[in-house]
């Protein structure tokens, strides 16, 4: 008699449903993460919290003006659980390891920092706190805040250009976003350095990028882990030998060695 076992199976199953979960339960942090990081959204409902379509939404977090707290909060909240959300998904894709991956969590980490030092004065709306900024005659909250903003652009843009890259070539869902959301960042620099230049329309092109940036890192959650597959498509169980002694069977008075026997 041949001998059965299914534990290769059932290791298999195992791990792909512990993979599963974690993949899933990344994926819900990080759309939480997303919604806290998009609170500019109400801002435009609530009477009297932006005055100027040239405000930057980041003016509004400073500190002592009204509801900053809670913005400074929601930004906190937002960069503390990405930074969960992306360390359980891991690095991990279909391919291999994801290059961009450790940068989205630098961009995740900045936005955290910033969430926690909040700017002194409103640079985009202020010519006294635009002086004293570069007159390096500001608190130290201010220019970590500003560190971390310039920091949070940088690591993202640098991780939807290596996404880009290894996605060069390929027709699927997620190359076609990484090259739109590049496209975008190629078109929108020189509109919010103009804007921040010139003092204009910061309200209309800062979301923009808050935009893209969402949609980078839900791209990047909503990846197909590297096990993560159905157990149709990952096939049936690969055979086992067992490698019990061998054993004697009689048949018709001869004795037959039996060297083993395979096992499904």
């Known amino acids: 008699m041949?001998?059965?076992?299914?534990?290769?199976?059932?290791?298999?199953?195992?791990?792909?449903?512990?993979?599963?979960?974690?993949?899933?339960?990344?994926?819900?942090?990080?759309?939480?993460?997303?919604?806290?990081?998009?609170?500019?959204?109400?801002?435009?409902?609530?009477?009297?919290?932006?005055?100027?379509?040239?405000?930057?939404?980041?003016?509004?977090?400073?500190?002592?003006?009204?509801?900053?707290?809670?913005?400074?909060?929601?930004?906190?909240?937002?960069?503390?659980?990405?930074?969960?959300?992306?360390?359980?998904?891991?690095?991990?894709?279909?391919d291999g390891a994801r290059r961009e991956w450790k940068w989205l969590v630098a961009f995740a980490a900045a936005g955290t920092v910033g969430g926690r030092f909040p700017y002194a004065c409103p640079e985009g709306l202020s010519a006294t706190c635009r002086n004293l900024e570069w007159h390096l005659q500001l608190p130290l909250h201010h220019y970590i805040h500003v560190i971390s903003g310039i920091s949070e652009f940088v690591f993202l843009t640098v991780a939807v250009i290596l996404a880009v890259r290894r996605t060069q070539g390929e027709t699927t869902r997620e190359a076609r976003v990484f090259r739109v959301i590049f496209k975008g960042l190629i078109v929108g620099y020189p509109v919010l350095g103009l804007a921040y230049l010139s003092d204009r329309m910061g309200a209309f092109i800062e979301p923009v990028f808050f935009v893209l940036f969402s949609a980078m890192i839900i791209e990047e959650l909503f990846q197909p882990a590297a096990r993560e597959s159905s157990p149709a498509q990952q096939g049936p169980p690969p055979a086992e030998i067992n490698e019990s002694p061998p054993t004697a069977s009689p048949v018709g008075g001869k004795r037959v060695r039996v060297t083993g026997s395979v096992r499904q």
């Open 2 to 94: 041949s001998a059965v076992s299914f534990s290769s199976g059932h290791h298999q199953t195992g791990s792909s449903g512990t993979t599963s979960v974690r993949v899933g339960a990344a994926r819900a942090i990080g759309v939480a993460s997303v919604i806290a990081y998009n609170w500019w959204v109400a801002v435009p409902f609530v009477p009297g919290l932006m005055n100027s379509p040239n405000e930057f939404f980041s003016d509004l977090e400073v500190a002592g003006f009204r509801d900053a707290d809670l913005m400074q909060h929601a930004d906190l909240l937002a960069g503390s659980l990405l930074i969960v959300a992306l360390l359980l998904r891991g690095a991990a894709g279909r």
